[in-house]
């Protein structure tokens, strides 16, 4: 079946560069849960398609610009690992916060070699968070842990189970252990009638996951992939716009930062601005 854009084709004055039309294949064997989030995502792009009955309310969508903003040199940045359950929310719980360059979900703590989503073994689902130290520290990052799930339930996180989904801060040395050793006995203090399940491990390796499994939330939302320019993966991965967006799309970012990225978006279906840049 496919599924396309007719209200296009009656308005000649309407220009394709304007206006994006979506086109959707779907297959009579497609599962019926994945036919129906097509449809669904379909449905969202659609009613902004209709918006282009006036150009002055529609999205242009241009050519992908290959060129990428300036970035910090890896050298710049530090890193920090964490596992606070499942991994396509831990990723977006990092991504927005000012400071943070890139995130990565992956797999840390456990023995196996080149862990899989279906066969990691004794590692946990996990988040690399490459941050600049001049705009964010490693304490400030314990606090967004610490406040991003709940470390004294049992081997997971709401309705995910499993150790997988366990609680862990991994340390780079002795001071970022002395760090997480304190904010955990910090945590620790704010109720003794439980005990926190939070581990604290020396990082050996961080596997990264499987390309679906990055920028998941954002992934979710075919708009936003199409306001940054449908970036190609390898970008999407590295991108920190796309890590932004990625915590916007989960509604994780805080608050000014969602409104702030509310309002970009916003302009941009008003004005018909070609390609979201930044937020």
Known sequence: MHVQCPWLLDRPAISLSYCHCFHYTISEEMASADRNL????????????????????????PDRDSTTPRELSDQSLKTAVFALG????????FGCLNGVVRTTSGYAGGSKINPEYRSLGDHAESVMVEYDPKEINF????????????????FGQGPDVGPQYRSIIFTNGTEEARLAAMSKEREQTKSRSSILTTQIQQLESFYPAEPEHQKFELKRHPMLLQLIGNLPEDELEVSNLAAKLNGYAAELCPQRIQKQIDAKINGIIRRGWPVLREV
């Open 86 to 93: 499942s991994f396509w929310r831990s990723e977006a719980v």
């Open 38 to 61: 097509l449809i669904l995502n379909f449905l969202t792009l659609a009613s902004l398609s209709l918006f282009c009955a006036d150009k002055a309310f529609c999205i242009r969508i």
């Open 139 to 154: 304490r400030q990052l314990l606090e967004v842990f610490w406040s991003s799930h709940d470390p004294r339930q049992v």
